[in-house]
């Protein structure tokens, strides 16, 4: 069992900058597997964000490619999303995800969603 807590959401203006965490704890000594965030705007269905597998090999959404980036800190069980350029169309819960016994070539962020363990959800507004 993998408990996952995000922090780090809020309120910004367009063209701002946020940086999500999420510490996860459980069985798992480290988070050298595959975790992600996915995101969900009210009436809109889930949207997987990022990824990042065993490896270290991180892999986008078409939406936020070259504006968010994903990384973990192994050591420290840590699992970040910077979130650059915000739109107001980024607006959403996000949820980090962990799936510790899915293959890498499976880590997908379209897949994040779907994901074996997630966390409550920390809110994200991009508004002026």
């Known amino acids: 069992q993998e408990h996952l807590v995000e922090s780090g959401g809020g309120s910004v203006q367009p063209s701002g900058s946020l940086r999500l965490s999420c510490v996860a704890s459980?069985?798992?000594?480290?988070?050298?597997?595959?975790m992600g965030w996915f995101r969900q705007a009210p009436g809109k269905e889930r949207e997987g964000v990022a990824s990042?597998?065993?490896?270290?090999?991180?892999r986008y959404a078409d939406s936020v490619k070259g504006r968010f980036t994903i990384s973990k800190d192994n050591a420290n069980n840590t699992l970040y999303l910077q979130m650059n350029s915000l739109k107001p169309e980024d607006t959403a819960m996000y949820y980090c995800?962990?799936?510790?016994?899915?293959?890498?070539?499976?880590?997908?962020?379209?897949?994040?969603?779907?994901?074996?363990?997630r966390g409550q959800g920390t809110q994200v507004t991009v508004s002026s």
């Open positions: 995800a962990a799936d510790p016994g899915r293959v890498s070539q499976r880590c997908s962020a379209k897949a994040a969603p779907e994901f074996g363990y």
């Open positions: 459980g069985r798992y000594p480290d988070s050298s597997y595959c």
């Open positions: 990042i597998d065993a490896y270290d090999t991180t």
